[in-house]
Every structure is written in structure tokens, then in C-alpha cells.
């Protein structure tokens, strides 16, 4: 058996990693969670449940082969991670400043104890250019220099591109739902061979591909779902049959196809595989929600993510991105009070106004071309919503 520790048991930790680690048989699977509600669910006998959704059938599958440990004082995650062969982190980008220095003290003691194992390390994030602030936040757990060589000779610290929706009611639930379309592709080289465990892949050049991915299937997914949400939605599916959204969703992803290629040398083809996915129907729906892909808008709007990044990119080579100015003013008018953050962004408009609130949230200039077309796009979009 090889082991495999799994830290964030939330939505994706569950129903993507643990499952198809699980399915492939000899894999002992553990997983870490600092949510007490994640660690007392998984620890019921009865396990938890996955809904794989792909394109010809519809697996029910129940996991209760794992062992669960809360983040605690007393590390009583030390023997799974001292034993890891690998390590997956279905994180947040936010969750590695506490989670990396956590297992950073724990490598202390593999180093000592069991330091000839190889590990990998796969970070599974939907932001890109994180490994070296997620690299540096290992090395703040350890204290010692030994520590760190002994990290920099036998883990491999690896980057992902994540391209399937997994749906709970919350990170805690134990009813999970995936769509089971692509798979998970891995920044190589692996120490361990990942070869048995079904949906990963290894991939060369995952910097530029995950700017592909981001810039495509999520500008499309937050297009469908900020619109859905002011249409009154609560599904991706529900949204996505709306002509009017659908067809924002073909220009937006329009728009992304002439900044990318324009941008990188890529051409039209390579952004038709990354995006291959979107066309696949599973069988049953996953009833993908549009919280959770709303969710954070202030990380969605940041300078270099899904939305103020690509229209950057179209700004730069001389194409008004109309539709993605469209979704971004969308996205300051979601105004969700169950996300905390769109919370926040509505309080800045309130004080500030929204031209300041735009500059801010994207870090652009706050006269600039994006600024000011983002502002008077949501000040229409308001005028009509009394
Ligand atoms: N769910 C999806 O469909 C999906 C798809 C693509 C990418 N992602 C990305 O995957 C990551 C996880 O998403 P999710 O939907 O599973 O979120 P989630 O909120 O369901 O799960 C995250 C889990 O991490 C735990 N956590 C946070 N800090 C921790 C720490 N320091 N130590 C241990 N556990 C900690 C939380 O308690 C939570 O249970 C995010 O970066 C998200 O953008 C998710
Ligand atoms: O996870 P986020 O918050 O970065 O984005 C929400 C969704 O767009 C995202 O999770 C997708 O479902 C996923 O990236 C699969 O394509």
C-alpha cells in the first residue's frame, strides 16, 4: 500500500482526490481538515458518498476505507504525513499561509525519521503563480536549515489544473456530487507514479496551460454564474440555458480566445482541447452552484485572475473586451449576504463609490479604459435593477 494524505476534506478534497484515490485500490487514504464539523462527519462509519457524473453513466459511490485528523496542537496528523507518498492540497490559495507552515513543522521530524522516502506535494488551487509564496510558506514551519535542504533534495512541490466542478451543500457535507469530464493535470516530474490512480495526468508547461484554463473555463463559469445570480438562478445549468446568458458566455469566451492568442503562442486549437470539458454532458446534471462560483469575487476581479486579467489582455492587443467588462460589472453588483466578501465589496460602493471600488478590487488605475467602461456598466446595470 502507498499512502496519500489529502489536507482541505472539503468538496474537492472528498469527491475528487479521496474518491479516485480510493477507487484505485492500493492507496491508504487520510485526510487533515482544520473545520472540527469536516473531521466529526468523516469519522461516522457510514463515510461519505460521491455522485461521479460522467458522460455515459453515474457511479454511487461510498468511501469509509480512510482515517481522518483534525489540525490540532498535538499534530496527531504527524504518522500519516511523515509516511506520505504524496500529499494533495485542495486548498484555498488563502488556506496554504496556515496550512504549509503546519506540515513544514511536521517535516522536521521526517527529516530525521524517515528522510530517504520521496514525496510529492500537488498544490490544487485555481490561482496561478502561487508555488514559490506556497514554497516560502513551508520553509516558515521549519526551523532549521537542515530541514529545508532535506525539502529541497526529497519533495517534489508540484502545481495542478483542476477541470471539474464537485458540488456539496457545504465543506463539511458527506454528500458530494462531481462531474467526472477531464482530468486533473499534474506539473511533472513525480517522484511516485500516479499512473493507477484514474482522472491525473501529468502535463508539461502548466504555468501558461493553468493561465489557459483560468482564462477560459473559469471567465465562462463566473460570466454564467454573476449573470445567473442577477436573473435570480441558483444553478450553472439554470443559467446556462438563458439565451442571453448563453450567449454572453460565447462572447466572453470570444474574447478570451483573442487575448490568449495574442497574449501566449497558442493557437485557437490548444484552447479548444483546454476547454474540450465544457462540451461533455453527463449523464445526470451535478446542479453546479452558482455560490459556490460566485463565491470570493474580490480574488475573481484581482489584477491577474479570470476576469480583470483577461481583459487586460484583449485591452493590450487592441480589443474592447465589451463582455468581459459586462461580467465584471455583474460581479461587483453580486450581492449575495451568504459570501462575505461580495458583502465587503458592496460596502466599499456604498462608501466609496465605484469607480474607487473597481480601481481597488482590479488594481487598475482609476482612470483607465476598464475602470471607468466596469463603473458605467454596473451604474446602467443598477439603474435598471429598481
Ligand atoms: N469544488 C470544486 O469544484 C473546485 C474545482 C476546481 C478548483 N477548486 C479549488 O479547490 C480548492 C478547494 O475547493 P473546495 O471546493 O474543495 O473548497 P471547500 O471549502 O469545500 O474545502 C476546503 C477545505 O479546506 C479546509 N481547510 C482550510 N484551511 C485549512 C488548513 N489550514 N488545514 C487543513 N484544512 C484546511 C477547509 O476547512 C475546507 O474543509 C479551492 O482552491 C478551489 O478554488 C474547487
Ligand atoms: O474555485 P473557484 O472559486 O476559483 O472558482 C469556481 C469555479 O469556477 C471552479 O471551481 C470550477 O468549477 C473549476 O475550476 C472546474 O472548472
Redesign the pocket.
Known amino acids: 500500500m502507498r499512502n496519500v494524505l489529502i ?7 472528498k469527491g475528487f482526490i479521496g474518491e479516485v484515490f480510493d477507487a484505485a485500490k492500493n492507496w491508504k487514504v487520510s485526510f ?4 472540527p464539523r ?1 473531521i466529526e462527519n468523516l469519522k461516522k462509519p457510514e463515510g461519505y458518498k460521491v455522485m461521479c457524473c460522467r458522460e455515459d453513466r453515474t457511479d454511487h459511490r461510498v468511501i469509509t476505507d480512510y482515517e481522518a485528523f483534525l ?1 490540532d496542537d498535538g499534530y496527531s496528523v504527524a504518522d500519516a504525513a511523515i509516511h506520505a507518498d504524496v500529499i494533495m492540497m ?4 488563502e ?1 496554504f499561509d ?2 504549509a507552515p ?1 506540515l513544514g513543522k511536521i517535516f522536521q521530524r521526517r527529516a530525521k525519521e524517515n528522510p530517504a522516502q520521496k514525496l510529492d506535494i500537488i498544490c ?4 496561478n503563480h502561487l508555488m514559490e509564496h506556497i514554497e516560502e510558506m513551508f520553509y516558515r514551519g521549519m526551523e532549521n536549515e537542515e530541514t529545508i535542504a532535506w525539502f529541497k533534495d526529497n519533495v517534489a512541490l508540484r502545481d495542478s489544473i ?1 477541470r ?5 451543500d457545504t ?2 457535507s458527506t454528500d458530494i456530487r462531481t462531474s467526472v469530464v477531464a482530468s486533473l493535470l499534474i506539473q511533472p516530474p513525480l517522484y511516485n507514479d500516479l499512473s493507477d490512480v484514474e482522472w491525473m495526468e501529468l502535463k508539461d508547461n502548466i504555468l501558461l496551460l493553468k493561465d489557459l484554463k483560468l482564462y477560459t473555463i473559469n471567465s465562462t463559469h463566473a460570466t454564467c454564474a454573476y449573470a445567473g445570480y442577477l436573473k435570480g438562478y441558483t444553478t450553472v445549468e439554470d443559467s446556462i440555458a438563458d439565451p442571453e446568458i448563453s450567449q454572453l458566455f460565447d462572447d466572453v469566451m470570444e474574447e478570451s480566445s483573442f487575448g490568449l492568442t495574442h497574449e501566449f503562442p497558442i493557437t485557437k486549437e490548444d484552447i479548444f482541447d483546454m476547454c474540450r470539458c465544457l462540451k461533455i454532458q453527463t449523464k445526470d446534471a451535478i446542479y453546479d452552484q452558482l455560490l ?1 462560483v460566485c463565491w470570493d469575487p474580490a480574488r475573481k476581479l484581482s489584477r491577474n485572475d479570470r476576469l480583470t486579467g483577461n481583459a487586460m489582455y484583449c485591452y493590450e492587443h487592441g480589443l474592447d473586451p465589451v463582455h468581459i467588462m459586462i461580467t465584471m460589472a455583474n460581479a461587483f453588483a453580486y450581492d449575495d449576504p451568504r459570501d462575505p466578501v461580495a458583502m465587503d465589496i458592496q460596502k466599499k460602493i456604498k462608501e466609496q463609490g465605484i469607480e474607487k471600488t473597481v480601481s481597488e478590487i482590479c488594481s487598475l488605475p482609476i482612470d483607465h479604459h476598464i475602470t471607468q467602461c466596469v463603473a458605467e456598466n454596473y451604474r446602467k446595470l443598477m439603474a435598471n435593477r429598481k
Open positions: 489536507v482541505g476534506a472539503g468538496k474537492l478534497g487533515l481538515d482544520k473545520d469536516v489540525v485542495p486548498l484555498y490559495p488556506d496556515d496550512a503546519y490544487n488551487t485555481n490561482k483542476i471539474r466542478s464537485t458540488i456539496a465543506n463539511y459556490r
